[in-house]
T-cell receptor, first 117, second 109 residues
Framework: EAGVVQSPRYKIIEKKQPVAFWCNPI?????LYWYRQNLGQGPELLIR????????DSQLPKDRFSAERLKGVDSTLKIQPAELGDSAVYLC???????????????FGEGSRLTVL | SQQGEEDPQALSIQEGENATMNCSYK?????LQWYRQNSGRGLVHLIL???NEREKHSGRLRVTLDTSKKSSSLLITASRAADTASYFC?????????WGAGTKLIIKP
């Protein structure tokens, strides 16, 4: 079974440039997460999707970040314009079913490492 | 946001020794999960313990949960070089996973 696939693995851009990350979750997983992970820290949730609906985007900096999950399958996270502080690893994760009160096991991709110069 | 805490931040032990990592959280939880992250890679789920469980085993892993103290521990027995990684706890609370900052474990040969 294929795991969560993310691309690109690495991206180096100059500040004020746009950048986009793509994620393909495990087939059949309804719930999709985007996390940001700074060096030496745990993941921080940016957005959670249930199928195509963004059910938790409270931590997404909406002035410059946007995300979409068309048709409830793969997802794109965009930053425009990027700032120096956006340098981090962007992780995508999926899980099969989101049961109220229980998150369950998350399956993570390898991440996209962004460096903003 | 991160509201979990883990200690120690870093742990270096000899191969074959046991490694213990601790996690504390602040809210009531449904379950608590432990993940491993190798350098430059994604996180891998290790074990999940439900709020009504006190101890759980999986291979060389032993997890305990004390909901009265809002804490959990992960024990890795007979450590191997391949166990070198960062370990994160994640508390499942109110539709959110609350992550700790992780413990960096180094196994010396």
């Amino acid at each position: 079974e294929a795991g969560v696939v993310q691309s690109p693995r690495y991206k180096i851009i100059e500040k004020k440039q746009p950048v986009a990350f793509w994620c393909n979750p495990i087939s059949g997983h309804n719930t999709l997460y985007w996390y940001r992970q700074n060096l030496g820290q745990g993941p921080e949730l940016l957005i959670r999707y249930e199928n195509e609906e963004a059910v938790d985007d409270s931590q997404l900096p909406k002035d410059r970040f946007s995300a979409e999950r068309l048709k409830g399958v793969d997802s794109t996270l965009k930053i425009q314009p990027a700032e120096l502080g956006d340098s981090a690893v962007y992780l995508c994760a999926s899980s099969p079913v989101f049961r109220p009160g229980n998150t369950g096991e998350l399956f993570f991709g390898e991440g996209s490492r962004l460096t903003v110069l | 946001s991160q509201q979990g805490e883990e200690d120690p931040q870093a742990l270096s032990i000899q191969e074959g020794e046991n490694a213990t990592m601790n996690c504390s959280y602040k809210t009531s939880i449904n379950n608590l999960q432990w993940y491993r992250q190798n350098s430059g890679r994604g996180l891998v789920h290790l074990i999940l313990i439900r709020s009504n469980e006190r101890e759980k085993h999986s291979g060389r892993l032993r997890v305990t949960l004390d909901t009265s103290k809002k804490s959990s521990s992960l024990l890795i027995t007979a450590s191997r070089a391949a166990d070198t990684a960062s370990y994160f706890c994640a508390a499942d609370s109110n539709y959110q996973l609350i992550w700790g900052a992780g413990t960096k474990l180094i196994i010396k040969p």
